[in-house]
């Protein structure tokens, strides 16, 4: 029997390509996706990857999508919370309602993503945590004070995890991703775009099969020492 892994936010971008990676390693794949049901439904048709919506914001959503996903394909052994949002606005624009959406998706959505799934993986002793956190939690970035805490906040998750998970066979990790060729950094103006072009070294955006070939290592047998790790992919635009 494969293993059981589910990525959130897993129909689209950088989770799609995880989730497609995933598959092709030989994993059986659940992808979660929030509203988009037109992609999702087009991302099953075009992989043969299960999609499952709700939204990762809510904790009792999460907890019974889980549920719905064990009891289709079996206990879930890697979880790959990757969903996330950007409300971004300069810190004197930015609203309490741009706050809190970001922080209860990409924060707050990696504890309810993973917190139903920890106890199976601790008594099965075993387990693959990896979240998908992004160089702008390590660097900080204009107009992301919401976005970068929570990707700061992801580190820290990773690394109390893996302090606790390590003697249950559970590993934790991050990776950083810098800008990648999604929808999400194509909604950025153009020129800001272009400027964040420039600063990159390898003279390019990254491609989400280039941060999914991280995941597919990170949640495989080779990778089982690494544990509270950070891995950045961001074509040399920064250093830890
Ligand atoms: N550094 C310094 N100054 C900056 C700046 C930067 N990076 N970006 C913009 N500014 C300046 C502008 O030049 C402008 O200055 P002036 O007032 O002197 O002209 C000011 O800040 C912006 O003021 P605006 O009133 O025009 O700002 P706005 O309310 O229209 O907001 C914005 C514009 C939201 C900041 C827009 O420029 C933007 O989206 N920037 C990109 C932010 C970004 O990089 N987000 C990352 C998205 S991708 C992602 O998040 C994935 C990942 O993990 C990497």
Redesign the pocket.
């Known amino acids: 029997m494969s293993r059981v892994a589910l990525v959130t936010g897993g129909s689209r971008g950088i989770g799609a390509a995880i989730a497609i990676a995933l598959k092709n390693a030989g994993y059986t794949v659940a992808a979660n996706y929030a509203g988009n049901d037109d992609a999702a439904a087009k991302f099953t048709a075009e992989t043969g990857i299960k999609t499952y919506k709700w939204n990762v914001a809510d904790y009792e959503a999460s907890k019974a999508g889980i549920a719905k996903v064990e009891a289709d394909l079996g206990p879930v052994e890697i979880v790959v919370a990757n969903a996330g949002i950007?409300r971004?606005?300069?810190f004197h624009?930015m609203t309490p309602e741009q706050w809190h959406q970001v922080i209860d998706t990409n924060l707050t959505g990696v504890f309810n993503t993973v917190h139903p799934i920890w106890p199976g993986m601790r008594e099965r002793k075993f387990g693959r945590v990896v979240v998908i956190s992004?160089?702008?939690g390590q660097k900080g970035?204009?107009?992301?004070v919401n976005?970068a805490a929570t990707?700061a906040g992801d580190l820290g998750i990773v690394k109390s995890l893996a302090q606790e998970g390590a003697r249950a066979g559970i590993t934790a990790n991050a990776i950083c991703?810098?800008?990648?060729a999604t929808e999400?950094?194509m909604a950025?103006?153009e020129k800001?775009r272009e400027s964040?072009i420039a600063g990159i070294p390898a003279g390019r955006l990254g491609e989400p099969e280039e941060i999914a070939r991280c995941v597919a290592f990170l949640v495989s047998d080779d990778a089982s020492f690494i544990n509270g790790s950070t891995i950045s992919a961001n074509g040399a635009q920064f250093f830890v």
């Open positions: 950007t971004d606005a300069p624009k992004s160089i702008n970035q204009f107009a992301q976005y990707k991703p810098g800008y990648i999400m950094v950025v103006p800001v964040i």
